[in-house]
């Protein structure tokens, strides 16, 4: 595919997105030399129309964006660029330029549910009941739900093995919870690791 740089007088949308969480970080405009400036070097090229001129992404913060894959729509008149973000993407100093709680998935979903049902004493909910009782009962939980994935993990049965996981995955929101922290400050660390 070709991009069309025609539509758009020259320039075309470019949306950046993190290749670890998929989360949207940014929108940028490419011309074609940004767009060629890109591919060569690896490190996302903007055309600033506030500058007019090409702007490569972090050059001034320090903030690259990593490209690690390339797609275009299929009108030939977008970009979707999926980066390695080596710090905080918008000028703020925030991870996005768009609402720092956006999701980045049915699990962090998930996990935002959890806080809301302990933030709000949901008295009905489990998961409240279970966090009301204290660290040690959520840890314990987290543990008897990781030796059920351990024992179905040397069994034959796919979808108990699964379910096992689920609710070794949902406790664990619950243990971190707990604690006081989220999945990104885990996230985080991963990322670190992977350097």
């Known amino acids: 595919m070709k991009i069309d740089f025609n539509k758009g007088n020259g320039l075309v949308p470019v949306i ?13 405009y ?3 030399e940004a767009y060629q400036k890109t591919i060569l070097e690896q490190k996302v090229t903007f055309f600033s129309r506030s500058k007019n001129r090409l ?15 390339i797609k275009i729509d299929c009108d030939n008149d977008t970009i979707l660029i999926s980066a390695f973000p080596k710090g905080p993407t918008c000028h ?30 949901d008295e009905k909910s489990y998961t409240n009941q ?18 059920e994935l351990v024992i179905e993990a040397k069994d034959n049965d ?15 929101l619950i243990l971190l919870k707990a604690k006081g922290f989220k999945m990104s400050d885990i996230e985080t660390i991963l990322e670190e690791r992977s350097k």
């Not at 702007?55 to 690259?64: A, D, Q």
């Not at 996005?96 to 979903?109: I, P």
């Not at 796919?158 to 664990?172: G, I, P, R, S």
């Open 92 to 121: 703020t100093g925030a991870t996005t330029c768009f609402n720092e709680d956006t999701s980045k998935g049915f699990l962090y979903q998930l996990e935002e549910t959890i806080s809301q049902r302990i933030d709000n004493n």
């Open 30 to 32: 490419m011309n074609e």
């Open 158 to 172: 796919d979808v108990l093995f699964k379910n096992e996981a689920a609710d070794l995955m949902y406790h664990y």
């Open 55 to 69: 702007w490569t992404k972090g050059e001034e913060s320090g903030n690259i964006l990593l490209v690690k894959d």
């Open 130 to 147: 279970l966090y009301r009782r204290g660290i040690n009962k959520v840890a314990q939980k987290v543990g008897e739900e990781a030796v």
């Open 16 to 28: 950046i997105q993190n290749a670890n969480t998929l989360q949207v970080l940014m929108l940028g």
